[in-house]
């Protein structure tokens, strides 16, 4: 299949850091990120193919994506750059880092794994209830204590987060929600697709000689912390952090920890003058 152009937003200036958003989402999700490194690096966010901006009207596969990326790579004559991925966007950065290993000279991996394992449970017709009532309320009124502890609470957020703060739940509101309502049904195809072969990309881990940081909330019930512990023991120069009281959504959880935890490692490995 022929590349998709990407809809992209680049800024800042420096060594390019591309960043990958999840799924549900979209480039905008990952202003977490790019708010603070566009200060000493050129972030490039793109929404991926079938989220945000990127519309398909074809079925397509994962590794469309990958597709897509390279294209881009070599459109803005990216010859070495840092690849940040959070979820999906992890994989899809480790899938870059095996395939362009010249490209791809440091890794930061949010909440993913090479094999992807989760822990949630059933959903009920209550979850979906609650999550609902919530999540239009919040939209309406951005981290509302009362929504949270009347209705956030008792939805699927929890299983996204663990601290349920003011927050937490207005980045639920700017971000998550619009991404969420841009997502093409082709995507979740795609992915599912992916799911049922049993993606499992452990066994090539040890060919990735890049530096490595890897992040997990320890409640992540989505892909578990576990799942992400794994991948950073495969990889030769990999570091691992894991964040009590978090789950899939920590950088929007303790957003300046996890922030801190990056310059520190960028600086370590001389990217952060």
Not at 44 to 66: C, E, K, N, W
Not at 81 to 88: A, H, K, N, P, T
Not at 198 to 218: E, T
Request: aromatic share 10%.
């Amino acid at each position: 299949m022929n590349p998709t152009a990407l809809h992209t937003q680049i800024r800042g200036r420096g060594l390019p850091i591309i960043c990958l958003h999840g799924h549900p989402g979209s480039g905008a999700c990952m202003e977490v990120f790019t708010d603070h490194l566009a200060q000493r690096f050129q972030t490039i966010t793109p929404d991926l193919r079938g989220y945000g901006q990127s519309q398909t009207a074809q079925p397509f596969q994962m590794v469309d994506h990958l597709v897509d990326l390279e294209a881009l790579l070599n459109q803005l004559q990216i010859s070495e750059c840092l690849v940040l991925g959070w979820s999906l966007g992890g994989i899809l950065a480790l899938e870059l880092a095996l395939r362009f290993p010249q490209r791809v000279s440091g890794l930061i991996l949010i909440a993913t794994a090479a094999y992807p394992r989760g822990s949630h449970p059933p959903i009920s017709w209550a979850d979906n209830l609650y999550t609902g009532v919530a999540g239009l309320i919040n939209t309406l009124a951005p981290g509302w204590q009362w929504n949270i502890d009347t209705f956030g609470q008792q939805s699927l957020f929890r299983y996204l987060i663990q601290q349920h703060t003011p927050q937490t739940y207005r980045y639920i509101a700017q971000y998550a929600v619009p991404a969420y309502l841009q997502t093409s049904s082709l995507t979740t195809q795609a992915l599912n697709t992916a799911i049922r072969q049993g993606y499992n990309r452990q066994s090539d881990l040890q060919s990735i000689q890049c530096p490595c940081l890897a992040l997990a909330g320890a409640g992540d019930r989505h892909i578990t912390a576990q799942s992400t512990a794994e991948t950073a023991q495969r990889i030769a120069k990999s570091e691992f952090h894991c964040y009590p009281n978090t789950a899939h959504l920590f950088p929007w959880e303790i957003p300046h920890q996890v922030l801190g935890d990056i310059d520190q490692w960028l600086a370590q490995n001389d990217w952060l003058k």
